[in-house]
Structure formats: C-alpha cells, structure tokens
C-alpha cells in the first residue's frame, strides 16, 4: 500500500498485532522478574545488604589505610566497632521493652474494651444469620471442623530469630570479606 505522499504504508492490523504481542511479551518478561526475585530473595537481600554496608564503611576503611593498616584487620576493627555499636543499642533498650512486655496485659484489656464497639454489630450479624439459617427449614447439621496446627508465638519466634540471627551472621562475613578484598 502506496500513501498519497509515495510512502509505503504499513497495514494497520499488522502494526496493532505487533504492539499486542510487545505488551503481552513485556507482561510476561515483568511477571517471570519478579517471580526469579521472589525466589532468590534468600540470597539477593541478604548480599544486597552486605554491598550497601560495604558501601557505608567505605570511608572508614579508607581511613584505616591511610595509616597502612592491613585490611584485614581494620575490616575486623571496623566490624566489631559496628557489632559493639549495635549490642549497645540493644541493651539500651532492652529496659523500655521489658517495661512494656510488663504493661501489655493491662494494655490489651484496654485495647479489648475498645475493640468491643466495633465487635458488637459483627456479632449481631452473625446472630441474625443463624436465626435466618434456623428459620428457614431447621437447623442443618453442623458442618465438620477441620483445623490445621499452626504453631504458637513461641515457636514462630525461636524460628524466627534463629532464621534473622543466620542471616545477620552471612551479612556480617560477607561484609568482612567484601571490606577485606577492597
């Protein structure tokens, strides 16, 4: 096809065709991305934080090489500056936590007082929704109940730090060796 000005024209399906494909090509590369980075996670966060630390103890280290000190070492300095910095941090509030793991029973009755207002007409919802059930041809028989064990605060919190406290430990070497290699 011939335009008035001689140019060749492309047809306007084709041209339509191809942009749907484009989208739906791009659609599927997004989707497949951010699935991979779902999946490694486990390793991206944790080496992304270690380049970033590194990043962040960067002028200190230059510092510790201007009075020609092996980088190993200063590497092993700066870190245990940064671990003491932050066991510090930790015991100081270690005090406000305990106090307020000490108010939290008497902060959840108040919380479960307030909370009340706002239960009471999902329960009267639900009482209604029986009476209707009763009403309309007895009371079928109840459902079975089938509930699967999940695990309790404790259990979800020992796993939890052991999982958190391996990852700040392969953080910390990476970012020994990452400030160690320069």
Request: charged share 10%; aromatic share 6%.
């Amino acid at each position: 096809a011939v335009d008035a000005d001689g140019a060749h024209a492309e047809p306007e399906p084709l041209l339509q065709t191809t942009r749907r494909l484009l989208q739906m090509a791009t659609g599927i590369l997004v989707l497949l991305s951010l699935y991979t980075f779902y999946i490694s996670s486990p390793v991206l966060i944790p080496l992304t934080l270690a380049v970033l630390i590194t990043m962040l103890l960067a002028p200190v280290m230059s510092v510790f090489d201007s009075f020609h000190i092996p980088r190993p070492l200063s590497a092993a300095i700066v870190l245990g500056v940064v671990v003491g910095t932050l066991g510090a941090g930790a015991y100081g509030l270690s005090g406000p936590v305990r106090e307020w793991l000490q108010k939290l029973p008497e902060n959840g009755t108040k919380m479960n007082s307030m909370l009340r207002s706002i239960k009471q007409p999902f329960a009267q919802i639900q009482k209604a929704t029986e009476e209707i059930a009763s009403t309309a041809g007895g009371r079928p028989s109840a459902p079975q109940r089938v509930q699967v064990a999940t695990p309790g605060l404790t259990e979800r919190l020992v796993g939890g730090g052991a999982q958190f406290l391996a990852t700040v430990s392969v953080i910390f070497v990476l970012v020994y060796f990452l400030l160690s290699a320069g």
